[in-house]
């Protein structure tokens, strides 16, 4: 089975500090996509990366940047959390194949004060 | 306009079938999905179809895709209250790379 790990459930974090919302995962896709959700609207596609070293800006990049050093790894980070960052944080992974199936970690529930 | 579009809640009695509808917008896509997502986990790929399909059965759930009215339904036979969960539809299309586009989520309550 695939596994997406996200490395904090919960992450309680102060307005204007420096966020790392680590992923990885286990099967070797290319593909990895960082999305929030919140209630009544979903999940919204924050930044997504097809490769090694590259990303692509999503629907709302705003606040937000990334990394992927290694294949497995996803990182998200906000450089100056701000309270209307709090949210649910869900990382998925895929293969580029058809479909595009997504898989999706357990999700990291981030409190910004 | 890429909307995906589904009603926020669902109430249903244990034993009932449950019907989940969903609107698109993008006649190009070429996949949609059923995600399910429980309490404190991720999202889980529940079904998809193809979009050159107007069903797919698999076990209790029965998927029907109108692409003329754009129009996505997932039909749960004999609910279970371990079917409740957030049921969220989405779409994927090979522009630039797949793009995958979320509805809002319907929340599934079974009463017991």
Redesign the interface.
């Known amino acids: 089975d695939v596994k997406?790990t996200q490395s904090s459930r919960y992450l309680v974090k102060r307005t204007g500090e420096k966020v790392f919302l680590e992923c990885v995962q286990d099967m070797d896709h290319e593909?990895m996509f960082w999305?929030r959700q919140d209630p009544?609207?979903?999940?919204?596609?924050i930044y997504f990366s097809?490769d090694v070293k590259m990303k692509?800006k999503g629907d709302i990049p705003e606040g937000y940047s990334v990394s992927r050093e290694k294949k497995e790894r996803f990182s998200l980070i906000l450089e100056s959390a701000s309270t209307n960052q709090t949210s649910m944080y869900?990382c998925?992974s895929?293969l580029?194949t058809?479909?595009?199936?997504?898989?999706?970690?357990?999700?990291t529930q981030l409190s910004v004060l | 306009g890429e909307d995906v579009e589904q009603s926020l809640f669902l109430s249903v009695r244990e034993g009932d079938s449950s019907v989940i509808n969903c609107t698109y917008t993008d006649s190009s896509s070429t996949y949609l999905y059923w995600y399910k997502q429980e309490p404190g986990a991720g999202l889980q790929l529940l079904t998809y179809i193809f979009s050159n399909m107007d069903m797919k059965q698999d076990q209790r759930l029965t998927v029907l895709l109108n692409k003329k009215d754009k129009h996505l339904s997932l039909r749960i036979a004999d609910t279970q209250t371990g079917d409740s969960a957030i049921y969220f539809c989405a779409e994927s299309k090979r522009t630039g790379g797949f793009k995958t586009i979320f509805g809002a989520g319907t929340r599934l309550f079974v009463k017991a």
Do not use: D, T
């Not at chain 1, 009544?40 to 596609?45: A, D, P, S, T, V």
């Not at chain 1, 058809?98 to 999700?107: A, D, I, Y």
């Open positions: 997406v593909n999305y009544g609207l979903g999940l919204r596609l097809y692509e869900l998925a895929s580029p058809m479909g595009e199936k997504l898989f999706f970690g357990s999700g």
